[in-house]
T-cell receptor, first 111, second 120 residues
Framework: LAKTTQPISMDSYEGQEVNITCSHN???????ITWYQQFPSQGPRFIIQGYKTKVTNEVASLFIPADRKSSTLSLPRVSLSDTAVYYC????????????FGQGTELSVKP | GAVVSQHPSRVICKSGTSVKIECRSL??????MFWYRQFPKKSLMLMAT?????????EQGVEKDKFLINHASLTLSTLTVTSAHPEDSSFYIC????????????????FGPGTRLLVL
């Protein structure tokens, strides 16, 4: 599976839009991208996933350029409760959804 | 979203004893479940893939005789840490896969809340 690289940490303030970019240069055509959020001492929570272009749900948007070598998770108007670790993962189709976690991005939202 | 539960949420045991952790998919059936462990301030490490009705597939470096996995039904997988030692103290998390037909065939993992194991 393609290795992912994302910033180790990011700081933001309440009400701002936060964009976390992840690179996955070796993504294959049968891979898609998924993002998870994790709070301390909890299991990760699914945020969003996509294959190409733009995907939006009630909590976030995911932008994937045409070459798919990177993706950007966009969190609109963050609040203090969005302080968490965010993981970008590349998933291969038809492998049961197997996930290999990288280091993640520790987002700190300040008042 | 799909709900996955784990029991117990935390357990303290003496060195040398065995501990069983249950993972259940509450509102869906899961042919595939996964087990992870996570140390403080570290990322999740995949331990094994649990397939209903067949033997688990362990990741490299994970002792299958140490971490016994049983996936006896479509809603239950168990992880037994045998002869636990203090170095087995960790946060153990399970997940279960839900298949979606949107944007093609995608499989989304939903995670349990985790089990904190402390071996004294």
């Amino acid at each position: 599976l393609a290795k992912t690289t994302q910033p180790i940490s990011m700081d933001s303030y309440e009400g701002q839009e936060v964009n976390i970019t992840c690179s996955h240069n070796n993504i294959a055509t049968n891979d898609y991208i998924t993002w998870y959020q994790q709070f301390p001492s909890q299991g990760p929570r699914f945020i969003i996933q996509g294959y190409k272009t733009k995907v939006t749900n009630e909590v976030a948007s995911l932008f994937i350029p045409a070459d798919r070598k990177s993706s950007t998770l966009s969190l609109p108007r963050v609040s203090l409760s969005d302080t968490a670790v965010y993981y970008c993962l590349v998933v291969r189709y038809n492998q049961g959804g197997k996930l290999i976690f990288g280091q993640g991005t520790e987002l700190s939202v300040k008042p | 979203g799909a709900v996955v539960s784990q029991h117990p949420s935390r357990v303290i045991c003496k060195s040398g004893t065995s501990v069983k952790i249950e993972c259940r998919s509450l509102d869906f059936q899961a042919t595939t479940m996964f087990w992870y462990r996570q140390f403080p301030k570290k990322s999740l490490m995949l331990m094994a893939t649990s397939n209903e009705g067949s033997k688990a597939t362990y990741e490299q470096g994970v002792e299958k005789d140490k971490f016994l996995i049983n996936h006896a039904s479509l809603t239950l997988s168990t992880l037994t840490v045998t002869s636990a030692h203090p170095e087995d103290s960790s946060f153990y998390i399970c997940s279960a896969t839900v298949s979606s037909g949107r944007d093609g065939y995608q499989e989304t993992q939903y995670f349990g809340p985790g089990t904190r194991l402390l071996v004294l």
